[in-house]
């Protein structure tokens, strides 16, 4: 078998769980780092619920 894709993946050994306003506050900041011009990447250790996320939609 040969494998479609392979990579390294990093991954923070302890996790921060946010409360609904953190987490709000939080992607808003990701997205404003996402939108520029010198940013190519984006990383965190949050750790934000499936049901604030589905709040925040």
Known sequence: MNP???EVT???STMAELD???AE???KM???LED???VQDV???ADISE???ASME
Do not use: G, K, R, V
Request: zero cysteines; hydrophobic letters at 40%; proline letters at 4%.
């Open 4 to 6: 479609d894709n392979a």
């Open 10 to 12: 990093f991954s923070a």
């Open 20 to 22: 609904p306003e953190s």
């Open 25 to 27: 506050t939080l992607m």
């Open 30 to 32: 990701i997205d404003h």
């Open 36 to 38: 520029l011009d010198d």
């Open 43 to 45: 990383y965190t250790n």
């Open 51 to 53: 049901e604030i996320m």
